[in-house]
């Protein structure tokens, strides 16, 4: 299974950012923190990717500290020197629209390119954070500075009835928004249900509207009309996986209002927490929820396994989905969890039984995933392959059946490949594959793109290192190559000295 939880490591841009001058940050307000590095091999990489990340953090810093005007300076300065890169610029048009600045994210989405790898993104950006229209660049300031004193800096009192009183902005259904949070953060539900439907009134389908009012009819204890809302958002589904999370993360918060038991409470108030990725709250809450019940134990049990399982943690995730499975045997996640650390583990026999055994309790297409994989596995190639081509006809969007199908199916690479990257940026695997095609193909151009993602996403990735090795000893550079090699063998001793050049990522 893949891990979902890297999204927030892939912040900092990538290299393809041109070099901006070490001198700019002696003008700053705060000297930036850059950290050095010696004797690497990707050494321009390394001093663009670690001032870049310093200039990143102290923009976003000052955003939170309330110096809106300063922190729109710093980013605009960052988007604007930025050369082209599709990857890089969905990852700002994002984080610039979730902060209210959505002159920077337009200007983003203006210079992409607009295909299969962007346009999911694009789209799922738009229908969650957009405004029906755009303000100037002096109301976007003034309005994203309401933004950050409301959710980082306790001022939603004062800043609500600060907007109320102004006439900046006035037509903007964003502005009736913030007011709406600003209730909500305060407290007064009725005023903010109030003014978020004056928002949705101008502007009926912007996830992020639906959101917030399906939290503050949850909190008002009128918890049915908001999975009423909950079902709306639902009704034409996201497919990046980022905002997936966030419709799921809604849900699961209505779903803990909703709850009458305090473990069942705890249960959902911890998947809220975990599909926003504070894994170390929801395991507190699971904790703590253990004493309190035990007639939910096998769901709390179940989660706990899950989280500990996608975090890395394979004993303690075993014992938690092993109780919860010992407790309920129709418990999906804890199956699925046994399934996947059985298949991890080459117990593949184990995994197909746990993995039929989930296909009977969801429709959800995963288990089959697991069944296709675990009989290629036991070299049951021609049941696998069937199982591949039969869901590939009915799914195209599934990213774990995508990367699994080409264990058996190569030759679609070139195609699946860039499918999954556009709806799920944060997977390492699939640049590295990318990353890998490419050095088959002699295109070390690209292949270097694609390291710079990877390696933004995971610097310390032995499988980076090694690709690296092979596009550098490709361009001439035997001792760079040798130096990275030798960082991948001080990583991963054994897949540095086993594999073979330019071996496919996914191969064993």
């Known amino acids: 299974m893949l891990n979902m939880n890297k999204i927030t490591k892939i912040l900092a841009l990538s290299i393809v950012f041109s070099c901006i001058a070490v001198a700019n940050a002696e003008q700053a307000d705060v000297p930036l923190n850059v950290r050095t590095e010696k004797n690497v091999a990707n050494m321009d990489m390394v001093v663009k990717d670690n001032f870049i990340k310093a200039k990143y953090a102290s923009a976003e810093n000052r955003f939170m500290q309330g110096n809106v005007k300063t922190s729109h300076d710093d980013f605009n300065d960052l988007v604007q020197k930025a050369v082209h890169d599709d990857y890089v610029f969905l990852l700002y048009g994002i984080k610039m629209a ?60 004062e800043t609500t009835s600060e907007l109320l009183n102004s006439a900046i902005a006035e037509e903007s259904d964003y502005k009736n928004y913030l007011i709406s949070l600003g209730y909500y953060k305060s407290n007064n539900l009725p005023k903010a249900l109030k003014y978020i439907n004056n928002a ?51 849900e699961e918060y209505v779903l803990y209002k909703n709850a009458k038991p305090g473990a069942l409470k705890d249960y959902h108030l911890a998947y809220y927490y975990h599909l926003q990725n504070k894994s170390l709250l929801a395991t507190k809450v699971l904790q703590s929820a253990i004493l309190t019940s035990k007639q939910y134990s096998p769901l709390i049990f179940s989660l706990l396994g899950r989280i500990y399982y996608e975090n890395d943690e394979p004993l303690k995730a075993e ?17 699925m969890t046994l399934a996947d650390l059985s298949f991890e583990n080459r117990h593949f026999e184990d995994s197909l039984m746990y993995y039929k055994k989930a296909k009977k309790l969801t429709k959800d297409s995963l288990p089959e995933v697991g069944i296709a994989k675990s009989y290629l596995a036991l070299e049951q190639t021609e049941k696998s392959k069937k199982m591949y081509e039969k869901m590939l006809k009915k799914e195209k969007f599934n990213e774990e059946l995508l990367v699994e199908s080409l264990k058996i199916i190569p030759h679609r690479v070139d195609y699946y490949l860039p499918r999954v ?24 151009t690209m ?62």
């Open 319 to 335: 014992e938690f989905a092993t109780r919860a499975y010992k407790e309920d045997k129709k418990n999906y996640l804890a199956v």
């Open 200 to 250: 949705i009134k101008e502007n009926s389908t912007n996830v992020n509207y639906l959101g917030l009012k399906a939290k503050i009819l949850a909190d008002s204890d009128k918890a049915g009309q908001a999975l009423k809302v909950v079902e709306q958002i639902k009704k034409e589904p996201f497919l990046t996986k980022d905002f997936q999370q966030k419709v799921r993360a809604i």
């Open 447 to 508: 292949a270097t793109t694609y390291l710079n993602n990877s390696y933004y996403i995971d610097e310390n990735n032995f499988r980076y290192y090694y690709y690296l090795s092979l596009v550098l000893r490709a361009k001439g550079d035997v001792e760079l190559a040798n130096q990275s090699l030798l960082r991948c063998s001080s990583i991963n001793s054994d897949y540095a000295s086993v594999v073979n050049p330019g071996n496919y990522v996914y191969e064993k």
């Open 421 to 444: 990257a556009s709806i799920d940026l944060s997977n390492n695997d699939i640049w590295l594959g990318l990353a890998n095609q490419a050095i088959k193909d002699g295109n070390f």
């Open 98 to 157: 979730e902060y209210g600045f959505f002159d920077l994210s337009d200007d983003l989405i203006d210079r992409l390119d607009i295909n299969h790898f962007t346009a999911a993104y694009v789209r799922d950006m738009k229908r969650f954070y957009y405004p029906s229209g755009m303000v100037n660049e002096n109301d976007t300031i003034y309005l994203a500075d309401a933004y950050s004193n409301i959710i980082y800096n306790n001022m939603a009192l």
